[in-house]
């Protein structure tokens, strides 16, 4: 993965380490890294990364429509 550094000044109540969880978890929704890099970039496990994911309502397996319609046999 190439890294980059962004700095940011971080509103008062929110620490470093609550800016790179919520960014991991909105980088991991929207697709744009893999599970493994969204935990990695938190600081997680990939585990504890999921059960984050389960916390926020956020799927850790996005299957379209279709594929549930498959995956049902529909």
Avoid: C
């Amino acid at each position: 993965m190439n890294v980059s550094e962004l700095k940011i000044n971080l509103p008062p109540g929110l620490s470093e380490d609550e800016a790179k969880l919520f960014l991991a978890i909105k980088l991991y929704e929207v697709s744009k890294v893999s599970l493994g890099q969204a935990a990695q970039l938190a600081g997680y496990s990939k585990r504890s990364f999921m059960e984050i994911l389960g916390k926020y309502q956020v799927p850790v397996f996005a299957y379209s429509t279709e594929e549930w319609r498959e995956e049902l046999g529909l």
